[in-house]
Nanobody, 127 residues
Framework: QVQLVESGGGLVQAGGSLRLSCAAS???????MAWFRQAPGNERTFVAY????????EYADSVKGRFTISSDNAKHTVTLQMNNLKPEDTAAYYC?????????????????????WGQGTQVTVGS
C-alpha cells in the first residue's frame, strides 16, 4: 500500500511563497495526484490535481494563477508551488492519490475520488 508524506509547510506573511512536497513510497504514475486543504471546523476542499501522465491539471478557482501543481514520476514526488499567499489559504494541506484520470474532470474535485492520503502539513499565512 502506497504511503504519502507531505512536507514544506510553515508560517509565511501574506504575499509570500511556499513549496509543498509529497513523497510517495512507490510509483504513482498510473494515478491522479491531488492536493486538498482543511481549516479547523471546515470541510476538506479541493486545491489542485494532476493526471497520471502529467498532461492535465485542474485548480480550484480560489488558487488559479497563484498555485502550480507538478509531478516527477521518476522521483515519486508531487509538488505544490504556492505564490502570493493570502490569510485565507491558512489550512492543513493534504496530498492524495486517486484511482485514475477522471473521466469527467470535476470528479477529481471530490474527496471520494481519492483512496490514499498523507498526514498533512500546516500552512499558516499572516498579514
Amino acid at each position: 500500500q502506497v504511503q504519502l508524506v507531505e512536507s514544506g509547510g510553515g508560517l509565511v506573511q501574506a504575499g509570500g511563497s511556499l513549496r509543498l512536497s509529497c513523497a510517495a513510497s512507490e510509483g504513482t504514475g498510473s494515478y491522479v495526484m491531488a492536493w486538498f486543504r482543511q481549516a479547523p471546523g471546515n470541510e476538506r476542499t479541493f486545491v489542485a490535481y494532476i493526471t497520471a501522465n502529467g498532461d492535465s491539471t485542474e485548480y480550484a478557482d480560489s488558487v488559479k494563477g497563484r498555485f502550480t501543481i507538478s509531478s516527477d514520476n521518476a522521483k515519486h514526488t508531487v509538488t505544490l508551488q504556492m505564490n502570493n499567499l493570502k490569510p485565507e489559504d491558512t489550512a492543513a494541506y493534504y496530498c492524495a492519490r486517486g484511482y485514475a484520470c477522471p473521466p469527467e474532470r470535476d470528479l477529481g474535485y471530490r474527496v471520494s475520488w481519492y483512496d490514499r492520503w498523507g498526514q498533512g502539513t500546516q500552512v499558516t499565512v499572516g498579514s
